[in-house]
């Protein structure tokens, strides 16, 4: 079993930063993909970044790539998604997500994923 706790959501103006922090716990953390997805109402979840324990990151977009970065920390089992330039379509509630059935290359798709965390939310005003 794996438990995720997301923080650091809020409220920041167009081209600011925030750093979203994940705190994972459980026997199977070490092994498990985990990933950050993000959700607007009436939307589906869309993916924006993931690991795998090596620390390995795959991004949904190469403007997610350019202002976003992944940090997993497999001592202190955080991944933490560091935000930067933010605009205001970046707006929308983020999830962290942990896939226990994969190792080495993180999916982009919501379904593969186990376990979800409550979400925090994040508005970026224009």
């Known amino acids: 079993q794996v438990q995720l706790v997301e923080s650091g959501g809020g409220l920041v103006q167009a081209g600011g930063s925030l750093r979203l922090s994940c705190a994972a716990s459980?026997?199977?953390?070490?092994?498990?993909?985990l990933a950050w997805f993000r959700q607007t109402p009436g939307k589906e979840r869309g993916f924006v970044a993931g690991?795998?324990?090596?620390?390995?990151?795959?991004y949904g977009a190469d403007s997610m790539k350019g202002r976003f970065s992944l940090s997993r920390d497999n001592a202190k089992n955080t991944v933490d998604l560091q935000m930067g330039s933010l605009k205001p379509e970046d707006t929308a509630v983020y999830y962290c997500?942990?896939?226990?059935?994969?190792?080495?290359?993180?999916?982009?798709?919501?379904?593969?994923?186990?376990?979800w965390g409550q979400g925090t939310q994040v508005t970026v005003s224009s």
């Open positions: 690991a795998n324990v090596r620390g390995a990151a795959l």
């Open positions: 997500a942990a896939d226990s059935s994969r190792k080495f290359v993180p999916s982009s798709f919501e379904h593969d994923y186990d376990y």
């Open positions: 459980g026997r199977t953390f070490s092994s498990s993909i």
